[in-house]
């Protein structure tokens, strides 16, 4: 059956219709976001949704879609989502950070010539059939000292541009290194050398807990007098009120803000003062812009629901269509691994610890590693799915360690996963043979090799004569059919393992029968699923 995506925003027809040409059915209702009771009517029939900043992803809109896959916000913030509870739902959160990147930064610009030329006041006196040239005295921006925090895709893209306007671009960005700021022509300096020196500052920075309020009064009281302050990047960065104060005593002499704390703004500190330029979150408003990102968010959700593909995802490894082609026989073993170890480990799990080693160490391990503890986290919880298991372990306080490691044995690549409790460690390794299948090839040090089957049965027991006759009588006796079965043994007398694949799954009753020999020291029915 096709997947199926509703659309509850104004998003372009071109985006419909490329879900429409790879074969997703696509019920497109623009207006539907504003409506939360209808939308949480319908979500449940859908596998994706696609979303502007009108709908509100609530964790009850969420808790009414049991189907739900993939949510596709066109554009950059996703504050009108719930990611956590779409985390915990299994639910990916994408969004389509590069589609608008050069509006914003033009609209930054823009900004930046309005508030220094004094546009906005300008044309509205005129308008009123004034001729106030005298009042209106401007700034040049040639010369001038631009202070950009944050130079990353957006703040890069300004630095560029200031640059082209022969201004002088310092940087303040944890994340800029010294080369890259030489590459861009910028100077890199700490945040209170840059308040000390910018005749002009802007922000390109996200809301996180690090940058919330990072002009905040204090920081604003250092800043050269006479600075513009510009912010087309979020709400929440700057002290709204305080910069209201510093404009008012002269201090700063003029802001452009397109955001604000509180949207959409109909009231704050900064309407009616003179020389403040506000718009209504226009950065991304271009048709451009719409356009790309619309069809830049439709993509994504395409390849994700199509092909496993995931990009610009919030809370989820990103995964491109060529790593899901080559990895995708290494992240149905991590599943496998996981699910293996899971079913056999009845004790609170304290860690998980996971070894790559070859070529499989070589690719994306943060998607393989969301593969196991999905695997193991199916056992205790048959919804969880590789975006919410790293949640859920989370939350359970399950510590997660990952070596890799070059080709170290017989085989080209393979995946170790040791589970830590308080009574035990237990571990399996497995690798993907020429024929693109997993392969168990290992488990609790014992060298096995062993193929992934929907219903099996796993045994431990003393090497002892007699045990494989007493698993095919018994079995035999109740009605179960084996298939097929794997032994392996860590030496004569040692401790041996068995793997039976069966037809169907294996009643309790001949479980109990077979404790009852005395034999076995583990036996355990196995479930996968290996479609």
Partial sequence: MAPKVLISDSLSEAAVQIFKDRGIEVDFQPALGKDKDKLAEIIGNYDGLAIRSATKVTDKILAAAPNLKVIGRAGIGTDNIDKDAASKQGVIVMNTPFGNMITTAEHAIAMMFAVARQIPEASASTHAGKWEKSKFMGVELTGKTLGVIGAGNIGGIVCDRARGLKMKVVAYDPFLGEEKAAKMGVEKVELEELLSRADFITLHVPFTDQTANILSRENLEKTKKGVRIINCARGGLVDEEALADLL??????????????????????????????????????????????ALQVADQMADYLLTGAVSNALNMPSVTAEE????????????????FIGQLTDEPIKAINILYDGVVSEMNLDALNCGVVAGIMKRANPDVNMVSAPVVAKEKGIQISTTNQDKSGAFEGYIKVTVVTDKRERSIAGTVFSDGKPRFIQIKGIQIDAEVGNHMVYTTNEDVPGIIGTLGQTMGENGVNIANFTLGRAGVKGEAIALLYVDEPVPAPVVKKLHDTGLFTQIKVLEFDVS
């Fill in 324 to 339: 899901a082609q080559v990895m995708g026989p290494w992240l149905k073993l991590s599943g496998h691994l996981g699910s």
């Fill in 248 to 293: 008012k005593s002269g201090h700063i002499a003029g802001a452009a803000f397109d955001v604000f704390k509180v949207e959409p703004a109909t009231e704050n500190p900064l309407f009616n003062l003179p020389n403040v330029v506000c718009t209504p979150h226009l950065g991304a408003a271009t048709t451009e812009a719409q356009e790309n990102v």
